[in-house]
């Protein structure tokens, strides 16, 4: 049975269009804890910042998600001088399990102009400059999504995604529950030796592994706290720790299962040139313990792979998607648009 991809490509993003006289584009990176808008002035090479609050439908619903988008939308094209009707496209990249109801309600406040896409899409943007590759999340949480070519037709694909409860392997999260859970199996004598025993009492500040145990049920730690705690898990696989570095070994090969069934299914592991596999999220801070695993695996399904660490901002990709769907998708460069992005947050 033929399957559709989990998250589509709208079809205005998946190939230059007709160049249109906008010399402004926009935008906006949706997450669960803020949002950033930013507005691109195509002649003069300035940007515009806005920010607002959590746009993650999921996690404060749509009405708060929607004010959250248009209120930093608004503000960046507030700084950049100029009325709503003169940004020429956006393109919003909004993190949940899905964006209907999301984008009917800013179609409905503002025109077809402004495309909500999932931010995987954003991301795969940001990692690819729109172009043939994959971007792999390992954040708090993690994703996979990439876009290639079959039969001469453009085909995207997305693996992974489904939350913590569900998936999320080799995000920061999944890490921090296997690292507890390793510390555990260390008290109980069931499992190996391992220096995160230690790491856990001293990470929560409880008096022993059990403790941590406890309070993960009596005290619910936040998604967000127990990521934090792949942190130590990262220095300890650094030095040496077994368990620590086994986990990392273990979260690269799940991640790199997810990166490959998007390479085949958008035709990119046979792929006779090179190719982005671009990495973007706090958990490949953690350097070469989980990116030197996940580089060969990935290189097992596609030699070609040139698998990296993403530099540019998430709200990169929403940019260069909107440039592409005013028709001018190559008015700027990833490298000079990266730039201006740092200079402003900077700014």
């Known amino acids: 049975m033929e399957l559709d991809s989990l998250v589509q490509l709208p079809a205005v993003l998946s190939a230059e269009q007709p160049?249109?006289?906008a010399r402004y584009v926009m935008g906006v990176d949706g997450g669960a804890t803020k949002t950033l808008a930013a507005v691109l002035d195509l002649r003069e090479r300035a940007l515009y910042l806005?920010?607002?609050?959590?746009?993650?439908?999921?996690?404060?619903?749509?009405?708060a998600a929607v004010r959250a988008l248009l209120g930093a939308a608004d503000e960046a094209i507030a700084g950049a001088g100029i009325d709503a009707s003169q940004v020429g496209s956006a393109v919003l990249a909004i993190a949940g399990t899905d964006t209907e109801a999301i984008s009917r309600n800013v179609l409905m406040a503002r025109t077809e102009a402004w495309l909500v896409v999932n931010d995987v899409v954003g991301a795969?943007?940001?990692?690819?400059?729109g172009g043939p590759g994959v971007a792999?999340?390992?954040?708090?949480?993690?994703?996979?999504?990439?876009?290639g070519a079959v039969g001469g037709e453009?085909?995207?694909?997305?693996?992974?995604?489904?939350?913590?409860?569900l998936g999320d392997e080799g995000s920061g999260y999944w890490l921090g529950v296997q690292s507890i859970k390793a510390a555990l199996r260390d008290r109980e004598r069931s499992g190996p030796p391992t220096a995160l025993s230690e790491a856990a009492i001293a990470f929560f500040g409880e008096p022993s592994v059990e403790a941590v145990a406890q309070r993960v049920y009596s005290k619910p730690l936040t998604k967000g706290e127990i990521a934090a705690f792949a942190i130590e898990t990262?220095?300890?696989?650094e030095q040496g720790d077994e368990v620590a570095r086994e986990l990392y070994e273990?979260?690269?090969?799940?991640?790199?299962?997810?990166?490959?069934?998007?390479?085949?299914?958008?035709?990119?592991?046979?792929?006779?040139?090179?190719?982005?596999?671009?990495?973007?999220?706090?958990?490949?801070?953690?350097?070469?313990?989980?990116?030197?695993?996940?580089?060969?695996?990935?290189?097992?399904?596609?030699?070609?792979?040139r698998v990296g660490a993403v530099e540019m901002?998430?709200?990169?990709?929403?940019?260069?998607?909107?440039?592409?769907?005013?028709?001018?998708?190559?008015a700027i460069g990833a490298a000079e648009l990266s730039a201006l992005i740092d200079s402003a947050l900077r700014g």
Do not use: Y
């Open 234 to 237: 990262a220095k300890l696989a």
């Open 250 to 305: 273990r979260g690269a090969r799940e991640l790199a299962q997810q990166i490959a069934a998007v390479m085949l299914q958008t035709g990119l592991a046979d792929a006779q040139r090179d190719f982005p596999v671009g990495l973007i999220g706090s958990a490949f801070k953690a350097g070469a313990v989980f990116v030197g695993p996940l580089e060969r695996a990935v290189h097992e399904c596609a030699p070609l792979a």
């Open 50 to 63: 806005g920010h607002g609050g959590p746009s993650n439908e999921d996690a404060v619903g749509a009405d």
């Open 19 to 21: 160049r249109s006289d």
């Open 136 to 147: 792999a999340i390992a954040g708090t949480g993690s994703n996979v999504f990439g876009v």
């Open 124 to 129: 795969w943007a940001t990692a690819t400059g």
């Open 313 to 330: 901002a998430p709200v990169g990709g929403s940019l260069l998607l909107a440039a592409r769907a005013a028709g001018h998708g190559e």
């Open 154 to 165: 453009t085909r995207a694909w997305r693996a992974g995604g489904w939350g913590h409860l």
